[in-house]
């Protein structure tokens, strides 16, 4: 079973379930940064490690990811636990984001979920814009929030608007943002937290407009 850290906004409020990314876990600045400032709009975030990730507390290898069907099945396992919740929205940084929007449909038809959350959904493997990971967001029937810098090198703004996507998915622009929404402040003379400020508004708005 894994580990869940939660920051609660109330009883009655909505929950995303929130992952990490491939590389770095759940309690990074960004991710403390992300569930701090969705707490503060209403949305109780529930994060949780993959296995690979929870084993480098204990000492293990710094191993990368295992393959999708795995992460899937264990980001099944988290929902299963967190049944007495209802229905919740699910997403991640990155790589955990990929893999509920690769769950979601299933996941909705059995009433566990109500949308997805992808901050920097990796559109392609880095350097390798043609190897495309959208097979299954042309026909995603989940309603789904995407936050994506527009300098993304995993799905740049001029990269996605020639991708087919499913109606059911938003993708919200944030100027010259990076993989990690970070801009250069030279550049737009806006910081990361400015970025993950706005990001937090807008989904913390498009939950409660799905509640």
Known sequence: MAEILWKRAGDRAPVLVLAHGSGAPMDTPWMETVAGGLVQRGISVARFEFAYMAQRRSGGSK????????????????????ASEGPVLIGGKSMGGRVASLIA?????????????CMGYPFHPGGQPDKLRTAHLEGLRTPTLICQGTRDALG???????????????????????HDLKPRKRETGLTLDDHLDAACQTIADWAKALS
């Not at 999708?68 to 967190?82: F, G, H, S, T, W």
């Not at 740049?156 to 990076?178: C, K, M, N, T």
Request: proline share 9%; no cysteine.
């Open 156 to 178: 740049s703004d001029a990269e996605v608007a020639g991708y087919r996507l499913s109606p059911q998915i938003r993708v919200e622009w944030f100027a010259d943002g990076d």
């Open 63 to 82: 191993r990368p990811p295992p393959k999708m069907p795995i992460l899937e099945e264990e980001y099944r396992a988290v929902l299963n636990d967190l």
């Open 105 to 117: 449909d299933d996941m909705l038809d059995e009433g566990q979920i109500k949308g997805v959350v």
